[in-house]
């Protein structure tokens, strides 16, 4: 005999909301996360006492993939600092290209939270904040004369490729954005 197991509510939920605030927006109305969940709104109060709550966790979730992400893209550079970072502007030209882009979603949800103090706002702060970290490590791995200020022009030139990818898509801007990539972080001296 073989069971099935079904994703319970709160997993749907995560699921349905995730899905639908890439695709239409924090905007979107919570009655479509629960439609598409399949949960009654009484599971969304129980599970995350509310919108708020449901968002803040998609975005914490979705927060640790890509950061690991980001770091699976490293790894699998190998060990010069200058390739790992190069090849983080490879893999966002790949990311760009899937049928599903629609942008970065922290980028969008600290636009999208008007409210300054929704928790949500918290959690792209800390994503943005390791993300920063993860390549500013690579600087000094690379010994980099000044590695926060080009940790910033890389974040820039990350976030870019992410906004004109969204918005202009045929316009292929990773490579652009690796070949300027290549100019900030020099040739280095690895320690």
Known sequence: MTTRTTPGPRDRLLAAAKELTYAQGMAVGIDAVLKQAKVARRSLY?????????????????AAE???AYRQTLEAAGT?????LLAIFDWLGAVIEEPDFRGCRYLAAELALADPDHPGHEVTRDYHRRV???IEHELRELAHPQPALATEQLVLL???TLA???NHPASNP??????LAESIIGNGRRR
């Not at 990773?174 to 070949?179: D, T």
């Open 80 to 84: 010069d600092p200058r390739r790992r």
């Open 46 to 62: 129980e599970h995350f006492g509310g919108k708020d709550g449901l968002i803040t966790e998609v975005l914490r979730v979705t």
């Open 66 to 68: 890509d950061e690991a």
């Open 158 to 160: 990350i976030n870019g």
């Open 164 to 166: 004109v990818g969204a």
């Open 174 to 179: 990773a490579p652009g954005a690796r070949q």
């Open 132 to 134: 920063h970290e993860l």
